[in-house]
């Protein structure tokens, strides 16, 4: 539960007119129930379902929702290969290719005819050299709400870059995911709450709803 002075600064933060929530590689191949990154997806099963309500809760309030997907053709053409983590997805046989069920979002979070999506063959973040900062100025964003994998990398970077970005970044740590837990924690309390915004989902969503 937040205090009553914190509940009028969020209100303020997350107000619908700038507001839009981005999903990040919330992908059926990356955190669906049947991934094959086991055990990110054991760790994300908890905030499939808060990122869900989330999603449909901002929707419901007339914000936009963007979902940020990575793409990787069958042949590997224009796909980043200078991050270890690249290899070790491949190797545990994570196929990301357009179109493909595994790399539709997943089906708690869906996608509706007003979302937008935005799908990307390289890097280890949503924002950086991608359309995602030109779609959200387009849209009047100046906050951005933040859910998706992993806390480790993805969703840090995504969070740094778009607070480089001169944008106010919301981070709903019950929508979010990453390995080792205890570590995703540690990351949420000692870096996001230093750049960002950290609350929980049901906050924000109370927002939403007023």
Not at 97 to 125: N, Q, W
Not at 154 to 164: E, I, K, R, T, Y
Request: one cysteine or more; proline letters at 4%; a negative charge.
């Amino acid at each position: 539960m937040i205090l009553p002075a914190v509940a009028v600064e969020l209100r303020t933060l997350v107000a619908p007119g700038h507001t839009v929530l981005v999903t990040q590689e919330c992908q059926n191949g990356i955190i669906g129930a049947d991934a094959s990154l086991r055990e990110l997806s054991e760790a994300a099963a908890p905030m499939r379902t808060v990122a869900g309500e989330l999603t449909a809760a901002a929707r419901a309030a007339g914000i936009t929702v963007v979902h940020c997907v990575a793409w990787r053709r069958p042949d590997g053409k224009a796909s980043s290969t200078t991050a270890r983590m690249f290899a070790g997805a491949l190797k545990a046989g994570l196929q990301l290719t357009p179109g493909s069920y595994v790399a539709d979002v997943i089906p708690e979070i869906g996608v509706e005819e007003g979302d937008i999506v935005l799908g990307r063959y390289h890097g280890l973040g949503p924002m950086g050299g991608t359309d995602l900062d030109m779609v959200l100025r387009n849209l009047g964003a100046t906050t951005i709400v933040g859910v998706g994998v992993s806390v480790n990398v993805g969703m840090l970077s995504f969070g740094l870059d778009a607070v480089n970005h001169g944008y106010q970044f919301v981070l709903p740590r019950d929508a979010v995911a990453g390995l080792p837990a205890d570590y995703a924690e540690a990351v949420i309390d000692n870096s996001f709450a230093v750049f960002g915004t950290v609350v929980r989902a049901a906050d924000v969503m109370a927002v939403w709803k007023q």
